[in-house]
């Protein structure tokens, strides 16, 4: 046998010889995070928007768990720490709008953009195409407008752009509406009415939690209808009003002083959609109960599951310090951890490193993900120490992603994520206990506690920084309206669901088919996936290229 197979199994064999196997949890592990995520995702806390009464409710529940471990309050004398949240903009009764005498509704007709200041205006409109100079491309819709004509008017300026709005248009550096709006107003516009008659772009959205006013009234036409005439020198006259709101909310944050050298940051967020009025993927925009059993009331179980171990008095883990936060405002923007890192003073010495759990309660087939491996070369190191059952690693680099242990890397502190995967579910009202897999739950906890007991003898965790995929990811207007199955390890996109009536759907593609090509662009993972959607715009047509079952299939997709 040659020498290097011999060698080759000697490592091997020796290896698993060394490993340890991740702790067991205290007793009755299961009914506990059973009775936390009951309580966190029950309906009567209403999906746990911030500024809530049942975002409240969750608070008083995890305080009351740390109480009992005796946890104390880590920096102020007050578990809870306390920041505001800008949340949606309001619009008072001051937004109206007539025209040609016959007024029109808020909402249904028109609204205030998050580019307009507050003001009353009356005036006559004048078109002015998009509003776009291009001198290089020897393009200027305000060409044949002279200033005279267009002193004191109301612009009325189409959202869309000469060659459309998508990643791939010539005019891709022109298409922000804010700079289009200053402009507009240097051109003399008293005001700005915002239409979207060529439909390639998004309406401008409702929607927005912070003002970036440009000194005048921006408004945008809901009504198609009225958005077509509104152009032809009619008199307008307009008022806007916005009212920026912000909520309280709180991080909770506990603290079991070991008095050793070293600290570990353990974290979860414990904020969620509320009735979906922001962020949620359901089919209808109907308020409902968005439970959030996964997102993110399993990651709170599971860190007070591992309060729980931790604090039980046994002696191995009184080599650390343990900091156990439960965030708010992750939902909004990671806000609640941003601003916890950003008020810990010299946060970068304090912290020996930081583990994020964010939906950790959806493990199918024993894969666990964990991001963040590059953050810290002793994390490879420490997770080679000891295996967990049956437990699958799907490891990856990147310091920065979608939840809180983001805000940590970048105070340069070593930071990893777990994660159970995507599914049908995210961010939706059916995200609900019942689907909750508490065997697996139990088995991420071991592997996170197995990598806690096995990093104790690393003196240090140098801090390294990592290639930020999300810096790279090519941008995109169009999708086909399915969930990717992020934990796809084989070539192409596995579809993990199909919303119903969207494009992949009217093409008769279902879950478990692998995208392996899309108009000429090659599928082999998720990024090629988004770089070839990033060649479409609404309305194109192309070719789609599956294998169901292994067999290879095409079809034509319209965006
Ligand atoms: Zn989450």
Known sequence: MRFRILFLILAIGSLSFGQETCPELLKGAQTRLRQDIGTLAADELKGREPGTRGIMMAAEYILEEFKKLNLVPFMDDDYKQKFTIPVQVQFGKGNTLS????????????YPTKYSANETVEGETVFV????????????????????KLKDKVFVMDISAPDGIHPHSEYLKYHDLGERILLAKKKGAKAIVLINNEGSANDVSPKFTSIHSKGIPVIFISNKDLAKSIGKKKKVALSTQLTPKTVDAYNLIGFLNNKAQQTIVIGAHYDHLGMGTEGSLAATNEPQIHNGADDNASGVAGMLELARNIASGDSTWKAYNYVFAAFSGEEKGLLGSAYFTDNVPNISHMFKYMLNLDMVGRLEDNLLAVSGIGTSDAWELVSEKFSCGDLRIKGSSSGVGPSDHTNFYYKDIPALHFFTGTHMDYHKPTDDVDKINFEGEEMVIRYILGLIQASIPVKEFMFTPTVEESRTAPSFNVTLGVMPDYMYEGEGM????????????NAGLIAGDIVTQLGDVKVVDMMSYMKALGQYKKGDESTIEYTRDGEKMSAQVKF
Do not use: M
Request: proline content about 2%.
């Open 494 to 505: 596995r579809i993990d669901g199909v919303t119903q009536g969207r494009t992949a759907d």
């Open 129 to 148: 195409g998009y509003g776009i100079v291009a001198p290089e491309k020897d393009y200027d819709d305000y060409k044949k407008l002279s200033s005279k």
């Open 99 to 110: 025209v040609g005498g016959d007024e029109y509704q808020l909402y249904s007709d028109f």
